[in-house]
């Protein structure tokens, strides 16, 4: 069945540390999306990539950095200089405008 | 830009009960609308989207919107509810003809159904 695939699904990491969390779809979709929610605070768009080899930031992308080598693959790097990692994430991939999206099942990320 | 406002945090209602779930949001182009439901640690699922037409949309599990031009609005509905709906809902917009440009979504509104 094609669909989203994010893993790990908890993910318990300590400060200072870079983490990469993963998100491959077979789907054949070509843009991708990383948005993190906060409790109360909705989804909020991290970094997209609407093609291979080209992504753009999105509303809160400092802190974290990402890559499009492959069309299936767009994985999320948190990075030491992200101040509050601790968020549960959520890829995402779209084919069409106005199609909407497909989401993964999400990464719930712990930095202690 | 566009923006999505959902006005109400928490909806507690009655199980059988009707809901409304309200979503306004803003934009200076014409947009699709998504609403969106999230079960507890896990993704988000398509309930429903309008694209163009009939104002009234249905989606799965009996809810539907309604899209109001003149009023920047997309509440959702649904007649009678099930303990199963206990979830958040989220409003997104995006704009048309931007191509696969991201969808913003409102900060949800979580429905809590009570026995």
């Known amino acids: 069945d094609g669909g989203i695939t994010q893993s790990p699904k908890y993910l318990f990491r300590k400060e200072g540390q870079n983490v990469t969390l993963s998100c491959e779809q077979n789907?054949?979709?070509?843009?991708m999306y990383w948005y993190r929610q906060d409790p109360g605070q909705g989804l909020r768009l991290i970094y997209y990539?609407?093609?291979?080899?080209?992504?753009q930031k999105g509303d809160i992308a400092e802190g974290y950095s990402v890559s499009r080598e492959k069309k299936e693959s767009f994985p999320l790097t948190v990075t030491s200089a992200q101040k509050n990692p601790t968020a549960f994430y959520l890829c995402?991939?779209?084919?069409?405008?106005?199609?909407?999206?497909?989401f993964g099942s999400g990464t719930r990320l712990t930095v202690v | 830009a566009q923006s999505v406002t959902q006005l109400d945090s928490q909806v507690p209602v009655f199980e059988e009960a009707p809901v409304e779930l309200r979503c306004n949001y803003s934009s200076s182009v014409s947009v699709y609308l998504f609403w969106y439901v999230q079960y507890p640690n896990q993704g988000l699922q398509l309930l429903l989207k309008y694209l163009s037409g009939s104002t009234l949309v249905k989606g799965i599990n009996g809810f539907e919107a309604e899209f109001n031009k003149s009023q920047t609005s997309f509440h959702l509905r649904k007649p009678s509810v099930h303990i199963s709906d206990t979830a958040e809902y989220f409003c997104?917009?995006?704009?048309?003809?931007?191509?696969?440009?991201?969808?913003?979504f409102g900060k949800g509104t979580r429905l809590s159904v009570i026995a």
């Open positions: 995402a991939s779209s084919i069409l405008e106005g199609i909407g999206y497909t």
């Open positions: 990539s609407q093609i291979v080899n080209d992504f």
């Open positions: 997104a917009v995006s704009e048309r003809g931007s191509g696969n440009t991201p969808l913003v």
């Open positions: 789907l054949n979709h070509d843009a």
